[in-house]
């Protein structure tokens, strides 16, 4: 499994949309994450990683290597508020 289904995986275990992650990271435009989860498209630079796993909730590494399941790996939450706030918005838009 490469890095481009990890990222697709966690954001649709977790519920959120493109727009919505794109928020969370921040990234310019929903169709960044696009590219991310395109297998033979681009994958996030070593310097947005961070920012990537943080939003999904789970750690580096496992978004490149899938060493760990992503659910047991200990991060930053979003709280169930925040998450819904971002997922309306990206809805609206």
């Known amino acids: 499994m490469s ?4 990222i ?3 954001r649709e275990q977790l519920g ?15 169709q960044t ?7 033979g498209g681009t994958a996030p630079k070593r310097e947005r990683l961070k920012a990537v796993a943080k939003a999904l909730q789970t ?8 060493d760990q399941d ?9 709280s169930p508020s925040e998450k819904r ?3 309306q918005e990206a809805q609206q838009t």
């Open 3 to 6: 890095i481009h289904h990890r």
């Open 8 to 10: 697709r995986q966690r």
């Open 16 to 30: 959120f949309s493109m727009q919505a992650l794109a928020k969370l990271i921040p990234v310019q435009a929903w």
């Open 33 to 39: 994450i696009q590219q991310w989860e395109r297998e």
């Open 59 to 66: 750690s580096e590494r496992w978004l490149l290597f899938g």
């Open 70 to 78: 992503a659910k047991s790996v200990k991060h930053d939450k979003i």
């Open 85 to 87: 706030q971002l997922v």
